[in-house]
């Protein structure tokens, strides 16, 4: 099952955000090419885009990593701060102010290659033990729970997911192929 969603930089600047107030611009790691830590510092091509972004406009702000979990959470509860990069759904469309789009990306299933059954359907995804997915709050998780699916596992970090399908611990990951690129 392969879906291309429109890849977002929610910046999600309120209009009431006064200028002398740092802006607090929150990013997670573990989403490469377009964010993640490398060496100790931030990197990608939304964060690029982000940082410029800033400078033209000359807002005072500062870029956080944080996990994808607590800066959704923070974004929701807290003014002045911006969270990025997101995906832009129905469900969340009227949450944020939307600056974007940057790109798009593809959100694959991946099994091992030993993987036997023969999956025709959604219908035969949701028959599987367990897929992996990192965190109940992304976009992957909403779409397949709105589909009904009830057979999801999470991890919170990718990399144990590449070590829960090698082990067998789930039959499918998913993911964006950078994601899981950056982890097997």
Do not use: C
């Not at 490398?38 to 410029?52: A, N, T, W």
């Not at 009830?150 to 192929?177: M, P, Q, R």
């Amino acid at each position: 099952m392969k879906k291309i969603f429109k890849f977002l930089v929610a910046l999600l600047l309120l209009l009431t955000v006064a200028q002398a107030e740092k802006l607090v611009v929150l990013t997670e790691n573990n989403f490469p090419p377009y964010n993640y830590m490398e060496d100790g510092e931030i990197r990608g091509i939304s964060y690029e885009i982000v940082k410029e972004i800033l400078k033209r406009a000359e807002i005072d702000s500062e870029i956080k990593m944080v996990d994808w979990e607590k800066g959704y959470k923070l974004i929701q509860e807290s003014s002045n701060v911006a969270l990025f990069s997101t995906i832009r759904s129905k469900k969340r469309e009227k949450l944020f102010k939307w600056v974007g789009p940057i790109g798009s990306i593809e959100m694959v299933f991946l099994a091992k290659k030993s993987f036997e059954k023969k999956l025709s359907s959604i219908e035969d995804i949701k028959s599987l033990k367990k897929i992996g997915l990192q965190v109940e709050s992304d976009y992957s998780s909403e779409a397949l729970k709105e589909r009904g699916f009830e057979n999801l596992s999470y991890s919170g970090v990718n990399s144990l997911n590449a070590l829960y399908l090698y082990t067998g611990k789930i039959d499918l990951w998913l993911g964006t192929e950078y994601q899981m690129r950056s982890h097997i």
